[in-house]
């Protein structure tokens, strides 16, 4: 069920915060840094997880859970439409933009539980988010394309081992989560 090269996908929103732990705000767009992240959000850095994504279907199904969330409210930089980002193996390259990203972590784990996941009893970032590393900088914009450029191996050079392994087995279940919905309709 992983996404196909040449999958496409858009730009719901871009969003930015000067702090960790909070929500995010919206912007029509970012300047993405060389290995860095989005200029001005506090989650850039020289790490493997510079930029998050989350599919606004993601935060669709928490709609449905009677909450009254947005895209940036999950504190991911890139609400996406159109493209299944969870299922992407670590390594798999997407063009946004002007830009070109590098998947280096499906999922993460929460150490604390953040506001959404007391407000419903669960929180789609942890299993549904995936984590990038800017290759080539550029600009992203409310309503550019997401294109997969290639499948990844399930390696990336910046991301830590354990890292690694924890997202082949988020990824693994998202998949195994999609193909019993799909048997189901």
Known sequence: ?????GAKG????????????VRKQRFDRGTLVLDRGFEGDAHAGDWH?????????????MRAKGLDVG????????TTEGIDV???PVGSVLRIGDAVLEV???GKVCHTKCAIYYQAGDCVMPREGIFVVVREVGDV?????IQVVSIGDGTCDRSPSDSLAGSESVRS???CRKIEEAAQR
């Open 1 to 5: 069920m992983s996404e196909q090269v």
């Open 104 to 106: 280096s972590q499906i």
């Open 173 to 175: 279940a998202n998949e």
């Open 71 to 78: 895209p940036g409210d999950f504190a991911e930089n890139i």
């Open 141 to 145: 914009a409310v309503g550019d394309q």
């Open 86 to 88: 969870m299922t992407l």
């Open 10 to 21: 858009r730009v719901v929103s871009v969003n930015l915060s000067e702090k960790k732990t």
């Open 49 to 61: 997880r510079q930029v998050s994504l989350l599919a606004i279907e993601s935060i669709d199904e």
